[in-house]
T-cell receptor, first 113, second 108 residues
Framework: NAGVMQNPRHLVRRRGQEARLRCSPM?????VYWYRQLPEEGLKFMVY????????ESGMPKERFSAEFPKEGPSILRIQQVVRGDSAAYFC???????????FGQGTRLTVV | ELKVEQNPLFLSMQEGKNYTIYCNYS?????LYWYRQDPGKSLESLFV?????AVKQEGRLMASLDTKARLSTLHITAAVHDLSATYFC????????FGKGTRLHILP
């Protein structure tokens, strides 16, 4: 059973471009969480999704950020018109049920130049 | 709003010494996790604590949970250099909320 897979591992974007980060949860997991980690800081919750539904997006910036978890395929975190402040590591986690332990992927390190 | 506070945030200690990292949280959750993160790496799950009074040990690390006091501790016994890392506690209330982390540096 493969772990949580995130790709790409590293992503470089110029200011104003779009960034798409992908997260394939562990097999049998239908709950996905996205976190952002700025350098030298902790992980900040962004959004919690269950298949085709956004459960909690209280940590998502109001503009330029969106997330989805379609019925088929990976969860996508999309950042439009990236700015330098978006440079961070973005981690995805998945769990089989609400309240079950979540397992983290290796992260995507986004650099905006 | 759920708050998770760790202290200390930075810790430099000599090999062979003992120390404790504290994690206070503001909710009634009884699910708490400890993670380790090495620079530039992902999170490694260390302990899952699921009930009041839970105590778990792995090597030189021991974690405990007191849900009444809303406090968890991570105790390091006879520290070695390989334990240098950042340690996070996290509380689970549908979503997992992390503390800011404790950057542990163990001097040889």
């Amino acid at each position: 059973n493969a772990g949580v897979m995130q790709n790409p591992r590293h992503l470089v974007r110029r200011r104003g471009q779009e960034a798409r980060l992908r997260c394939s949860p562990m097999k049998g997991h239908s709950h996905v969480y996205w976190y952002r980690q700025l350098p030298e800081e902790g992980l900040k919750f962004m959004v919690y999704l269950q298949k085709e539904n956004i459960i909690d997006e209280s940590g998502m910036p109001k503009e330029r950020f969106s997330a989805e978890f379609p019925k088929e395929g990976p969860s996508i975190l999309r950042i439009q018109q990236v700015v330098r402040g978006d440079s961070a590591a973005y981690f995805c986690a998945s769990s089989p049920n609400r309240g079950s332990e979540a397992f983290f992927g290796q992260g995507t390190r986004l650099t905006v130049v | 709003e759920l708050k998770v506070e760790q202290n200390p945030l930075f810790l430099s200690m000599q090999e062979g010494k003992n120390y404790t990292i504290y994690c206070n949280y503001s909710t009634t959750s009884d699910r708490l996790y400890w993670y380790r993160q090495d620079p530039g790496k992902s999170l490694e799950s260390l302990f899952v604590l699921l009930s009041n009074g839970a105590v778990k040990q792995e090597g030189r690390l021991m974690a405990s949970l007191d849900t009444k006091a809303r406090l968890s501790t991570l105790h390091i016994t006879a520290a070695v250099h390989d334990l240098s890392a950042t340690y996070f506690c996290a509380v689970d209330e549908d979503k997992i909320i992390f503390g800011k982390g404790t950057r542990l540096h163990i001097l040889p």
